[in-house]
Nanobody, 124 residues
């Protein structure tokens, strides 16, 4: 089992950057692919980025590719989402998630461990 706690959200202006962090507990953290999802008001939760168990492979949603970077530090049991060139449409609650697989995945149903979320608000 993995427990996840996100941090780093906040209110920023369009064009700014934010770095989200996700702290994991549990001895088997390095066995899981990790992902970031987001949910805006009135919308379904959507995939943002995923990283394989050792960090060698990453996948991004087309809407964030080139602006966001996912990374992980297995020794520290941390996952990060560096968000650059933020846009108002990036406003959402961002969730860190863990999947019972070693390869990156875009599918929400593959993720069984979730954090509580952190709010990101981008003003225009």
């Amino acid at each position: 089992q993995v427990q996840l706690v996100e941090s780093g959200g906040g209110l920023v202006q369009a064009g700014d950057s934010l770095r989200l962090s996700c702290a994991a507990s549990g001895r088997t953290f390095s066995n899981y692919a990790m992902g970031w999802f987001r949910q805006a008001p009135g919308k379904e939760r959507e995939f943002v980025a995923s990283i394989s168990w050792r960090g060698g492979s990453t996948v991004y949603a087309s809407s964030v590719k080139g602006r966001f970077t996912i990374s992980r530090d297995n020794a520290k049991k941390m996952v990060y989402l560096q968000m650059n060139s933020l846009k108002p449409e990036d406003t959402a609650v961002y969730y860190c998630a863990g999947a019972d697989r070693i390869t990156a995945s875009v599918l929400l149903r593959e993720y069984h461990y979730w954090g509580q979320g952190t709010q990101v608000t981008v003003s225009s």
